[in-house]
């Protein structure tokens, strides 16, 4: 048994932090995958309580769903306008951003039918080259006749691709080329950075910030002096404590061999609750520890799918026992850190959390 502890009040102080970072640009909240997997519906909640009122999300069912929690929010869909969405944004008042003059004309095809101008944001590409529409392709775009006619178009998008790197120097291009659009569409409302551009450049606020992940307690970056408040707690039940003998093994592949008399305790999480197998530990390396009663102990052996085994024979004597818990990742383990040696981000282990926990909003 696992359980995730969710703290909706540093949630919330973190949203204000980053609001107060941007100073006099607009923050708004990404809760695309269920809000990065801590739950879009108690997430999105305490953002609005926090002062949030725009929102963005990845594909039109989550739009859906933030649509019936909340009423009066402003919800963007972040991948576009998908053929044939057109009435179900409308329906739920979600305001596409568009990424290609095909999405454009759909959108403009659909205001035009129905004798409205609806809002929609334009997507430019500044150097990520993933979505978005070309930048001189924008640029005719706005210029065109047709840019500002059939649909409200309330604001320009554009999305870092190395944010997380503050000295790349594509940062300062991307962030060149999308004011010079400015003049094209001056009363849009212009957005760029995501968590790591909010945290660590002010030239990137533009209008309007975007983060996610900061939100949710990472710093993408590391080393910036703003304190990102830890939001996640996942923690595990000791399932039992065993002694193992000099020179037997512990788990599938007996690739950890006990090298003296060892305590080993047994805790139910694996990878199915998205504890990643490459956390499991040898005799030659320790990729991942756990925190039990004021101390840290090494996953040895491979990580099954309901289990992970730690060795705690240096810890006191009593301080470890069956229906105690560990904490894998939270207050005194960061969630950066299992990230990092799982060679991966926060964002992937958030969002691939499984759905078995005991969940705990505080
Ligand atoms: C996910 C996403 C964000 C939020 O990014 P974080 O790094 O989590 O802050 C912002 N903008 C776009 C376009 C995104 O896809």
Redesign the pocket.
């Known amino acids: 048994m696992a359980q995730l502890s969710v703290n909706l009040g540093a949630l919330k102080e973190n949203y204000r932090t980053l609001a107060a970072l941007a100073g006099s640009s607009q923050c708004a909240g ?1 809760v ?1 995958a269920d809000a ?1 997997g801590l739950g879009v519906e108690p997430v999105s909640r305490a953002l609005w309580d926090a002062g949030c009122r725009i929102f ?1 999300v ?1 594909i039109l069912s989550e739009a859906a769903t933030l649509r019936s929690l909340l009423p009066n929010a402003e919800i963007y869909l ?1 991948n576009g306008l998908i053929k044939g969405a057109a009435p179900g944004c409308a329906q739920q008042n979600v305001r596409p ?1 568009l990424a290609s003059l095909e999405e454009i004309d759909e959108w403009s095809q659909f205001c035009r039918d129905m004798d409205v101008r609806l809002p929609a944001a334009v997507h430019v590409d500044t150097g990520i080259n993933r979505l978005g529409l070309e930048y001189d392709e924008a640029i005719r775009f706005f210029q065109s006749a047709s840019a500002f006619r059939d649909f409200n178009l309330c604001m320009v ?1 554009s ?1 870092l691709a190395c ?2 790197e503050p000295a790349n120097e594509l940062n300062q291009q991307q962030v060149a080329k999308f004011e010079a659009l400015r003049d094209l569409a001056p009363d849009a409302i212009f957005s760029l950075a ?3 551009g ?1 945290l660590s450049a002010p030239d990137t606020h533009f209008d309007m910030v ?5 939100l949710y307690g990472s710093d ?1 970056i590391g080393k910036t002096s703003t304190t990102i408040k830890p939001v996640v707690t996942l923690s595990a039940t000791i399932l039992q404590v065993r002694d193992v003998a000099v020179g037997q093994s512990v788990g599938y592949g007996s690739t950890f061999v006990c090298q003296r008399p060892s305590k080993v305790a047994i805790l139910g999480l694996g990878y199915a609750d998205g504890f990643f197998r490459n956390l499991g530990g040898s005799n030659a390396q320790t990729r991942a520890q756990v925190y039990i009663a004021g101390h840290l102990a090494p996953v040895i052996g491979r990580v099954s799918m309901d289990m992970i085994c730690v060795d705690v024979t240096d810890l006191p004597d009593n301080s470890v026992s069956r229906s105690g818990n560990a904490e894998i990742f939270g207050e005194k383990i960061s969630l950066d850190g299992v990230a990092y040696a799982s060679q991966t981000l926060s ?1 992937e282990v958030l969002t691939r959390l499984g759905n078995r926990f005991n969940r705990v909003y505080r």
């Open positions: 990404v695309k990065y963005f990845a972040l951003v998008m999305h944010g997380d995501n968590s790591a909010t975007r983060p996610g992940i900061a993408p964002y």
